[in-house]
């Protein structure tokens, strides 16, 4: 179903297979409009020109009319022009039944294939006739695949049965552990409407487990739908959605051709892709709290109906939450929950497959029971409902209190002094890794070995403290002063600023120690190499330690970015994002927080200070290796 969100790998099939029946075609103008949308215009025989509509992430079909295009072509726009205009279209074709299809275009040179996603964030990719990416809309590196110049392009992983043989297909239904309808949603790549509709025509009731149902019936019904999709399509808009088949919802309108049907549900194109927003009024101040108010209680009920559905879900799986709590109550007592997620990715129990992902900070996992929840092991499952139910009190509340902001009106704006601005000055030590703690005390951290080096031999003074993580490799940590918060700002930074992160970690072992501890004169027959010390003496200890990262905006008293545990960054600026090991490389996760802040500040603010506010400011506190930003703040 093709809902506003974006369109499913069956209706992703619908659309390529009537714009095939297009073909002979020669690509014309290509345009780009924003980051996410491109328009190409294709030319067919006869002087027939059809216009086709790409947004990323979203949905892709033909249009009556492309948007205007702008007045400077953007540079992806004229990347694909120079490699593809005037070449020939000699395939269009989709890989199995993903959101992911291809145009195969003939140039002298060879045959170039151009990807494009509309999963997810969605992109973009040109390739070459080797499957050698290009160059693609968007950069980035997941676990399983790189989407950069230079690499081969790679489908993300996942199971799609639609090029199965009734045997295999059998076999993929037989090896299932889940109810008919899920496997078919997930295992093929239906989604849940298709998934039920392939039932309802297999006549098999959809919850049964997938392994005893009739493979045979749910097979001949599941490529009667592809085979329709494909031969008989009839396209309605619903008012549910835009489906390439009937019996899905009342029709509130038809179609000949499915591409008509997608441009009729998704008739804006996005804002900045057309200039009538240019004639359009501003808001008032007035109007956009009141938007803002408007959009903030859409948000409470979505969380309240979410928290809900997340009780109910629990209740309903009540003997497999009990299950997991349990095994992973009796795990925790001899294993890190580093080798507790080890061991339930290997694991085929049920209990261990549900679950989803493990947060140590919280001994807390995310379980896949229809939709996903977090349960904290070291709780009942009712206390964990009661936490759910806590959530709903809490946005019930924030509700009522943006209904009643609403019903007293907005108050009279007080006219505000310009502020003035100033860039923070460079000290001795910003070419470290720093941070203030929230109690006011400097911390130091190496950004490699010869910092390290030069931090303990230069910097390091009797009254400091030395702080490391318990690993190979990582930032050597001066404390310049008293602090109470050594074991949980200090240590977090240790952590954070080592290679646990960058193995993917989600905590570690810091120790602490004395300045007249930490020496580079080795025992006779060993060796110190650069970088690194020998410390003698007993240590302290912080076990399991949390790592994150906050990155922020300071504006007072003085203009710059700054990082550290996320408590110290609080404490100075409201405008932060935090960030946990995850899937992006550095360079990435600094560009897309340059973005948060851009918006953040304003645009005014982030060119005036850019001296100060850039990428490569923000890049001097990501953590090495991949991370994924969690949170956003701004006061």
């Not at 951290?445 to 190979?472: I, P």
């Not at 960058?502 to 025992?523: L, N």
Request: hydrophobic letters at 40%.
């Amino acid at each position: 179903m093709a809902n506003k969100q974006g369109m499913s790998g069956i209706d992703v099939r619908a659309m390529v297979t009537e714009l095939c029946g297009h073909l002979p075609l020669w690509i014309g103008k290509i345009y780009q409009y924003d980051t996410k949308t491109l328009g190409i215009r294709l030319n067919g025989e006869g002087g027939v020109k059809h216009q086709f509509l790409i947004e990323t992430g979203r949905r892709a079909h033909l249009v009556r009319s492309l948007p205007e295009s702008p007045k400077t072509p953007l540079g992806y726009a004229m990347f694909l022009r120079k490699y593809l205009e005037g070449g020939r279209v000699r395939a269009i074709g989709q890989y199995g039944l993903q959101r992911i299809f291809y145009i195969d275009i003939g140039k002298k040179t060879g045959v170039l294939r151009l990807v494009i996603e509309l999963f997810d964030e969605g992109n973009a990719v040109l390739l070459d006739e080797g499957g050698v990416i290009l160059k693609p809309l968007w950069h980035h590196r997941f676990k399983d695949r790189a989407v950069i110049p230079g690499e081969a392009y790679l489908l993300p992983e996942g199971a799609d049965c639609s090029e199965m043989d009734e045997g295999a297909f059998a076999g993929m239904l037989a090896a299932s552990e889940r109810d008919l309808v899920r496997t078919l949603a997930v295992g093929c790549l239906l989604g849940g409407t298709y998934a039920e509709l392939v039932c309802s025509k297999a006549g098999v009731d959809k919850d049964i487990p997938a392994s005893s149902a009739d493979a045979g019936a749910v097979y001949a019904a599941f490529q009667g739908l592809i085979r329709d999709v494909e031969t008989h399509p009839e396209p309605v808009v619903t008012e549910s959605g835009c489906w390439p088949v009937r019996g899905l919802g009342t029709v509130q309108q038809a179609f000949e051709i499915y591409n008509a049907a997608l441009e009729s549900f998704y008739p804006e194109v996005p804002a900045s892709v057309t200039r009538e927003e240019e004639k359009r009024p501003k808001l008032t101040r007035e109007e956009v709290i009141r938007l803002q108010q408007e959009t903030a209680i859409k948000k409470f009920e979505g969380k309240i109906a979410r928290a809900e559905k997340a009780v109910e879900a629990i209740y309903t799986n009540y003997p497999l939450v009990q299950e997991v709590i349990t095994t992973l109550q009796r795990a925790s007592r001899s294993m890190s929950w580093q080798e507790i997620e080890k061991i339930l990715k290997s694991s085929d129990l049920p209990a261990a497959k549900a679950v989803v992902s493990v947060h140590p900070a919280d001994a807390a996992v995310d379980v896949d029971v229809g939709m996903q929840v977090t349960i904290h092991v070291h709780e009942s499952v009712e206390a964990n409902v009661e936490r759910y139910y806590d959530q709903i009190k809490k946005f019930r509340k924030k509700k009522e209190g943006a209904l009643a902001a609403m019903e007293r009106g907005v108050p009279k704006q007080k006219e505000k002094p310009k502020e003035t601005l100033h860039l923070l000055k460079k000290k001795w030590f910003h070419r470290f890794r720093w941070f203030y703690t929230t109690d006011g005390t400097l911390v130091l951290g190496g950004r490699d070995a010869s910092q390290n080096e030069e931090l303990v031999k230069r910097y390091m003074e009797g009254k400091d403290t030395f702080v490391h993580a318990d690993v190979h490799g990582g930032s050597v940590v001066i404390v310049k002063g008293p602090t109470e918060h050594l074991e949980d700002e200090v240590a977090c930074f240790a952590a954070s600023y080592s290679n646990a992160w960058k193995a993917g970690h989600f905590a570690a072992d810091v120790y602490i120690a004395r300045p007249d501890q930490v020496s580079k004169t080795p025992e006779s027959g060993e060796y110190v190499s650069r970088g690194a010390f020998i410390v003698r003496g007993e240590r302290q200890y912080v076990r399991d330690v949390p790592l994150g990262v906050a990155i922020g905006v300071q504006l007072k008293p003085e203009v710059t970015v700054i990082g550290g545990p996320a408590a110290a960054v609080r404490a100075r600026t409201d405008h932060l994002v935090e960030l946990m090991p995850g899937t992006f490389g550095p360079n990435d996760v600094a560009k897309k927080i340059g973005r948060i802040f851009r918006e953040q500040v304003g645009e005014e603010t982030w060119k005036k200070m850019k001296a100060g506010l850039n990428t490569e400011a923000i890049a001097a506190f990501v953590p090495p290796g991949e991370s994924d930003i969690v949170g956003e703040h701004e006061g």
